[in-house]
């Protein structure tokens, strides 16, 4: 009874062992495997095309780049700052920093990839000129993006705003609208669906994409390639603080920054994406 207890007991351990060790392998093969991959969160258009363009290059460099769609400015930060993605691309240096304030993150940019020129497009007004007293113009809302569309219709002479105002002016901030003009404040993506509601609608470079609307074509007027948009909005790639120097990331950089990808988004885009590199 002795000796088949001892040998039961015996090739329970040999088991244990044995699926131990394979637990142990198959868990190595698993964390070497994902070590390659790269979870990036980023907007459908220009963004996530972009990316997948990257992935190409980035497959016989031995990293498996995975894309993570979203629809929204909030919800990639999120994710980052939880560890769900090891990066995201699609937004610029002060959205980011206004980001980081609000919520009490620390996500930084690792490099500038491209810049996406704002445009001002017709609704049912079909031209600044036409433009009534009362007419309603819709913006962003978010923070640094509603500044830069109200910079844009100063720039286009239909309001003044407050001396030295910065980044972070709202409607709030105008102080001359000889047309009192009704501002109207609405989410970045649904800007592209509010054109047949209002006069003029100031679009953001990728939800205009999304939309079908190209800025080189479509918009009745533009940032200046020498405006505070062209020089301050730069579409960054973004990670958590830490992790600036990972393999990984920097891999990802060195792609998005190539001249492969460079003539990728001006073959692509048409002027509606502008490579910054």
Known sequence: MRKLFAKTVAVALSLTLLTGCGAKDSSNGSTSSDSKVIKVGASPSPHAEILNKAAEILKDKGYDLQVVEYVDYIQPNIALDNGDLDANYFQHQPYLDQFNEENGTDLVSVGTIHYEPFGIYAGKTDSIDNLKEGAQIAVPNDGTNEARALFLLEAQGLIKLKEGVDLTA??????????????IEVAAAQLPRSLSDVDLAVINGNYAIEAGLNVATDAIATEDAESIGASTYGNV?????????????????????????????????????VPLN
């Open 237 to 273: 790639l973004v990670v958590k603080a830490g992790n600036e120097n990972n393999e990984a990331i920097q891999a990802l950089l060195t792609v998005l920054q190539s001249d492969e990808i460079a003539t990728f988004i001006t073959d692509t885009f048409e002027g509606a994406v």
């Open 170 to 183: 709202t409607k709030n901030d105008i102080v001359e609208n000889p047309l009192k003009l009704d501002i």
